[in-house]
């Protein structure tokens, strides 16, 4: 596999987990905006995304997930012939592990940028699920966007092949799965969900199954839970992206009211 072209504009490596950012070009708000891809995606196609929240005011960072982007360890081909062979034996590992980095890239973050706000997490398909993953570990994250994604791995009723996790994967899942353990969001993080109506990939009702579930969570703050369905299947609209800075504009103002 050739060499990785990068634009080293904004780019650090830390630890082993690529980094790219973009910082506002006025006033700060003091918070912080992780935003990751989705499957088979990269950070760097997410910088026009990054300059929107910059321009909002926050620091905000992408870094590729395992496996993704400069992390790659194979050709494109063999990445995603691997995925369709058996997705998730390699798919829950890759939501596990890029979600547990996440307390990494925040410590990172809050030292190289003096950062004494709040942490907003969210991405766009397996990226929302690794934010929402990433929310139940670290209780600096206090909201999530999830674009097009789900809190059950399971997803019951979506349209692509069935596949067998390995043991391995297991363990990511019941480690890790939201639906599975509601009891790592008993800190009520705001978290909204911007899903396809129509998506039969990722199917919405995930995410109503999911707030059923950690209701007792939010009984005092029901505002902090939110599921906005749009006229689409499984695609990321700019409705869904200007959502995700809304929710995160919304909850700098409320960053101190969450459960603790």
Not at 44 to 59: T, Y
Not at 82 to 94: G, I, T
Not at 226 to 243: K, P, R, S
Request: net charge negative; hydrophobic share 40%.
């Amino acid at each position: 596999m050739g060499a990785i072209e990068t634009n080293k504009f904004n780019h650090e490596l830390v630890d082993h987990i690529p980094i790219i950012w973009e910082e506002p070009d006025g006033e700060r708000n003091g918070h912080l905006v992780i935003w990751l891809p989705g499957l088979t995606g990269g950070k760097d196609g997410l910088r026009p995304h990054l300059r929107m929240f910059a321009d909002a005011g926050f620091i905000a960072l992408s870094y590729d997930p395992y496996e993704h982007g400069e992390r790659m360890r194979e050709s494109r081909e063999l990445f995603i012939g691997k995925l369709r062979s058996n997705k998730r034996r390699y798919f829950w590992p890759m939501i596990a592990m890029t979600a547990e980095e996440y307390p990494r890239v925040i410590d990172w973050a809050v030292e190289r940028f003096g950062l004494t706000g709040s942490v907003m997490a969210g991405g766009i398909s397996m990226g929302g699920d690794i934010a929402l993953v990433a929310a139940g570990l670290d209780n600096r994250i206090t909201a999530v966007a999830a674009c097009i994604s789900t809190p059950d791995w399971l997803r019951p009723g979506t349209d692509e092949e069935e596949s067998h996790p390995d043991t391995y994967a297991w363990n990511c899942y019941h480690r890790c799965n939201p639906l599975s353990n509601t009891s790592k969001y008993e800190h009520a993080p705001a978290i909204r969900f911007l899903n396809g109506a129509k998506d039969g990939h990722v199917p919405p009702d995930g995410a109503h199954r999911f707030r059923a579930a950690v209701l007792n969570h939010y009984a005092a703050c029901p505002e902090r839970f939110e599921i906005t369905e749009f006229d689409a299947a499984h695609q990321f609209t700019d409705g869904m992206l200007n959502g995700a800075l809304d929710w995160f504009v919304r909850h700098t103002a409320n960053s101190g009211s969450q459960k603790v």
